[in-house]
């Protein structure tokens, strides 16, 4: 689920303002880059699953109290209009939307399945409470099948077969749509722009900048692509750990409880050529109401699957340790922007 929320992220800033090549900082705070809809919803979709207990039967119910509970506690994430009226109704209904806020929101599913039947079962529980339109239905389930399959060790061309196979033929190149695609929020024509980022990738970090380098719905394509590239990557831990400042003390528990029963994916031997990715199962205590403790917990399990995961031990380096300074630094500063941090910090010691 952090993939999907990765992409959210770094494609905040650009989705009204379009980027059309893949050099970019991808993750920032001063550029206004922050958790939207797409990464509240997914979380709510992770709360609803924690909630349901493995049963699916209750998922549908879960999954409008908890997009309700945290849509409302976040009003201004850029929903949709007909989502926005939905998030407050005392009866919410499905609305016939293809809209691709149904794939955006579906990753979680994809992570907690046990066999593919699960996935399509428990994508669809989650999805037709509001996109009930066959195209709804479709753009979420392919995202979370592809997310089970790579989670499962099947090759980038194993997933493409299934996925044209079932839902969609993918007949162009990114090089192809990047200069004349433009804002598309269906899941028709969305989705599949998504998923080839991700065919085309190499490493997580190459899919979120190959999403967002084609422009239009950019959080939302970055999130769908984000979400299956850490199943079958991993993610990185630099850039876990710097995304992990970008979540709130609602958020940070949420993640981390979910990543509690269902592990983290962390990206290994990044920058020789294609990975695969290198799963853990955690041991988070999950703490609650503190920022910092829930930060601390979510930084500590990264650094325990990235030790577990090294074959020898390495030198600690002046960079390593700059590294290490800066997320301790993060930490403390929590959502406080790094200039109004630094204007603190002299304040205090004057």
């Not at 900082?25 to 992770?46: F, Q």
């Not at 024509?189 to 990738?201: I, K, N």
């Not at 990975?275 to 703490?287: G, Q």
Request: proline share 3%.
């Amino acid at each position: 689920m952090l993939g999907a929320i990765i992409g959210d992220i770094a494609g905040s800033r650009f989705e009204w303002n379009n980027n059309k090549n893949k050099n970019f900082e991808l993750l920032s705070h001063l550029k206004g880059c922050k958790p939207t809809d797409d990464s509240i919803m997914s979380l709510a979709i992770a709360q609803a699953i924690l909630d349901s207990n493995d049963d699916i039967s209750q998922l549908g119910q879960n999954a409008i109290a908890k997009m309700q509970e945290l849509g409302r506690k976040y009003p201004h994430a850029g929903y949709g209009g007909h989502f926005h009226a939905w998030l407050y109704e005392n009866n919410p209904q499905p609305y016939n939307s293809w809209g691709n806020g149904s794939a955006m929101r579906v990753s979680p599913c994809g992570f907690a399945a046990n066999s593919i039947e699960e996935v399509i079962a428990m994508s669809k529980a989650v999805t037709e409470v509001t996109h009930n339109h066959p195209e709804g239905i479709k753009g979420a389930e392919a995202t979370a099948v592809a997310i089970f399959l790579a989670r499962e060790g099947k090759s980038i061309v194993e997933i493409r077969d299934f996925i044209e196979k079932h839902y969609y033929r993918i007949r162009f190149k990114l090089a192809d749509i990047r200069a004349s695609y433009t804002f598309d929020v269906s899941c028709q024509g969305s989705v599949p722009q998504a998923l080839e980022a991700f065919f085309e990738s190499t490493s997580f970090e190459d899919t979120i900048r190959n999403a967002i380098s084609i422009g239009g719905d950019s959080d939302t394509i970055a999130a769908i692509a984000g979400g299956i590239a850490e199943a079958y990557y991993g993610v990185p831990s630099d850039i876990r750990k710097l995304a992990l400042t970008f979540l709130d003390v609602n958020q940070l528990e949420i993640l981390n409880s979910f990543e509690s029963k269902y592990g983290i994916v962390l990206e290994k031997d990044a920058g020789k050529g294609i990975t695969r990715a290198a799963a853990f199962a955690t041991e988070i205590d999950a703490p609650t109401g503190n920022r910092q403790d829930a930060m601390t917990e979510a930084v500590r399990v990264t650094e325990k699957a990235e030790h577990d995961g090294e074959i020898d031990d390495r030198e600690t380096t002046a960079n390593a340790l700059y590294n290490h300074l800066y997320e301790a630094c993060n930490i403390l500063r929590g959502p406080i922007d790094q200039d109004d941090y630094k204007l603190e910090l002299f304040t205090a010691r004057r």
